[in-house]
C-alpha cells in the first residue's frame, strides 16, 4: 500500500508526494551527477520501453476506450521512476531511490495513479492538444538546468536545499 493510499486518498488523478526538505550529506551532493548515472542509464532503458508502450496503449484506448491494466501499471512505474530520479537529481531528497517503480512506503517521494475511461476523441486528438504544454514545459526545464546549478552550490555550502 502506498502513503498516499494509507492516508485515505482514493488516486483517480496523478497524485505527487515529497517528503518535504531533507538535509543533504555534502559529499553526495558534490557527487550527485555521479551517482545518477546509475540511475539515468535504467530510466533511458525503462524509458524506451516505455515508448513503445504509450503506442500500443494510445491504440488501445483509442479503439477501447482504456488502457489495459499491464500497461498503465507499467506507465505508472515508469513515472514514478522519472519521479524519484529527478527529486534525487534536484536535490529534493537525500535518499538514494531504488531501482523499480513499484510503490515504497519507505522512501520520501511517491506517485500514484489510477487510469479510468478515456474520451476516444480526447485521445484521438492527444497531441495536437498537448503541444502547448509540451512548448511550455520545455521552456520551464531550461530554466531549470540553470536554476538547478545554483541550488546547487547553496546546498553544497548550506547543507540543504533553500
Known sequence: MSAMAARGRAPSVILVDFGGIQKQRRMTVLFR??????????LFGVGIGAFF???YAWFAA??????PDNSARFLVGF???VARIYSYFYLLTDSYPPFDGDPNDFYP???????GALNRWAVLFRFPIALPAWVLSSFLVSGMGVFSILTWLITLVRGSVP
Not at 551527477?33 to 535504467?42: H, Q
Open 109 to 115: 517521494v511517491d506517485l500514484a495513479a489510477s487510469p
Open 33 to 42: 551527477f555521479i551517482l545518477a548515472i546509475p540511475l539515468g542509464v535504467v
Open 79 to 81: 513515472l514514478r521512476r
Open 53 to 55: 508502450v504509450t503506442i
Open 62 to 67: 483509442l479503439f477501447t476506450g482504456r488502457i
